[in-house]
């Protein structure tokens, strides 16, 4: 019953299954509101459930095609950021903030980290896409904020 493990799949997984199956969804909603109006007794309940299952057999992926279709939209994603990066690093600015952090902003995307540390907090159009390690691009991104001042 792995399958029914939810708390690793990603918004862009469940956003897909839903723009997908949308009518199907609906149409199980309602059926599902009416069971639960009219049926007084336990038995309510095992057929929620059995509802629940079919929804997710009839879908036709299993939860790994799912998990599969988030990773290439992160993907992506991701190359999107650092395509940006690349393009608008001629005009990226570099500041040091207050606490010791540094910020470098292009149009699009924004790099927030320590000095010295590894990693860096991406944001790309104002999504945060979590922790990345500084790699060759994005140490080039941030030498050359520093240099545009």
């Given at each position: 019953m792995e399958f029914l493990n939810f708390s690793t799949y990603d918004l862009d997984t469940w956003t897909a299954f839903f723009k997908?199956?949308?009518l199907v969804l609906v149409i199980a909603l309602i059926v599902l509101f009416i069971i639960v109006r009219i049926v007084k007794t336990v038995l309510k309940w095992a057929i929620v459930a059995v509802i629940v299952i079919g929804l997710v057999v009839y879908s036709g992926y299993s939860m790994d095609d799912l998990k599969?279709?988030?990773?290439?939209v992160a993907d992506t994603v991701k190359q999107e950021?650092?395509?940006?990066?690349?393009?608008?690093?001629k005009d990226a600015t570099f500041v040091t903030n207050a606490d010791g952090t540094f910020t470098v902003k292009t149009r699009n995307v924004e790099l927030s980290?320590?000095?010295g540390d590894n990693e860096?907090?991406?944001s790309f159009r104002g999504t945060q896409l979590g922790k990345w390690e500084i790699d060759s691009t994005i140490q080039t991104v941030i030498d050359q904020a520093k240099k545009n001042g």
């Open positions: 997908e199956h949308w599969q279709i988030g990773t290439k950021a650092i395509n940006a990066m690349v393009g608008e690093a980290g320590k000095p860096v907090a991406v």
